[in-house]
């Protein structure tokens, strides 16, 4: 019986230190680690197009994969990511055959972090002056009843995903609604005022006054039907 419980305490300890956690605990769990080994199991086009500061690129793809994961140190903990969460599982179950006992997953991978506006690197960012000062934002909410503000990043996977779909319906409903994009790197004042925090960002505001938030990306049924909502 004393060995079955040895066992179990083993196995629980195993899978508390090896696990999928937000963004949030990644972050702290990162930042406190004396001695991280930070991988991006993504493919070296796309880590070459940002990725988190200080990470190593381990491509998944690579038929070197599992013999470049067994050469990382069993006594520090790895943190590790791809783009949105399923290649970096993989890793992370690889890593637990392997023996290593502290992994972490980033869940939501790279464009989670990215659109919580985390650090990254490796990524160009405008450092333009803002194109919607409060006051010409402010003049724009009264001159419309229904304003539509998308604020995104050339930098966030989901905003360039939805931004045909926000061009399509600026045009198409320019008589219901005034669509307006910001770009998070130059409209700093706006997202302070507002409090964005993560992208997309979506706001919408009827009469002068914010109707509705929402964040994330939203295909076109979704964005219509924000549109039309009514309180």
């Known amino acids: 019986m004393k060995y079955s419980w040895s066992l179990v305490f083993i196995f629980l300890h195993f899978i508390a230190k090896s696990q999928t956690v937000s963004v949030d605990t990644f972050a702290v769990q990162l930042?406190?680690?004396?001695?991280?080994?930070?991988?991006?199991?993504?493919?070296?086009k796309e880590f070459a197009e940002g990725h988190l500061p200080?990470?190593?690129?381990?491509d998944s793809q690579s038929k070197d994969f599992t013999k470049s994961l067994a050469s990382l140190d069993k006594t520090k903990p790895i943190f590790v990511y791809c783009l949105s969460g399923g290649r970096s599982s993989t890793a992370m179950t690889k890593l637990r055959k392997l023996g290593y006992t502290n992994v972490l997953d980033l869940q939501g991978g790279y464009l989670k972090w990215a659109s919580r506006m985390m650090p990254v690197e490796g990524v160009s960012k405008s450092n333009a002056q803002p194109e919607w000062p409060e006051a010409r934002f402010d003049s724009l909410l009264h001159a419309r009843a229904l304003v539509l503000v998308d604020v995104y990043a050339p930098w966030c996977?989901?905003?360039?995903?939805m931004a045909p779909i926000i061009?399509?319906?600026?045009?198409?409903m320019a008589s219901t609604v005034k669509i307006v994009k910001l770009n998070?790197?130059?409209?700093k004042?706006?997202?302070?005022?507002?409090?964005?925090?993560?992208l997309p960002t979506l706001l919408l505001f009827e009469n002068g006054k914010l109707l509705t938030r929402q964040t994330g990306f939203h295909n076109e049924a979704a964005l219509r039907a924000l549109i039309k909502q009514k309180p």
């Open 189 to 198: 004042p706006f997202m302070a005022t507002y409090k964005v925090e993560e």
């Open 54 to 58: 200080g990470a190593i690129n381990i």
């Open 31 to 44: 930042k406190q680690s004396p001695h991280p080994q930070l991988i991006d199991v993504r493919t070296p």
């Open 184 to 187: 998070a790197d130059t409209e």
């Open 167 to 172: 061009d399509k319906l600026a045009t198409e």
């Open 157 to 161: 996977g989901p905003c360039k995903k």
